[in-house]
């Protein structure tokens, strides 16, 4: 009886660290997209003022690549994201897409894997730039 009871109580250990390090993943996870989804609206303040005073202002706004990846990087030092890296990866005319990435660190596998036990999370988010009509 007794090693029977040893080997559920190592099954549940076992179960409640995979479960544990799988909860970990999912809410960086999670935390990862809210941090994309904020770079991607931060990037649609990068207007091409330029392309507005040649071509006027139509119902889109037109975005610059340039611009919106300064106006990702200012997001992600206003929020003290160092360890993360955020890109821009499409942009048409009015829509900019940014791509993060970041590196998650499982508790209970690093701690029995000497600090090797870590798992690289992407995440991508969209915005859309319109103009107002006054």
Known sequence: ?????IGFGIIVIL???VVFD??????????LHAIADGAA???TNGIDKSAIYEGGLGDKVILSRE????E????????NYQSLDCAVTGLTAA??????????????????SRNRATIDITVEASAETFATVP
């Open 95 to 112: 829509r900019v897409t940014v791509t993060c990435e970041g590196r998650v660190t499982l508790p209970i596998a690093n701690a029995v």
């Open 72 to 79: 990702v990087d200012r997001y992600l030092a206003a929020g």
């Open 1 to 5: 009886m007794l090693p029977m009871i």
């Open 22 to 31: 799988a909860s970990q993943a999912f809410v960086y996870r999670r935390g």
């Open 41 to 43: 609206l931060a990037a």
């Open 67 to 70: 611009l919106a990846q300064q």
């Open 15 to 17: 179960l409640c660290a």
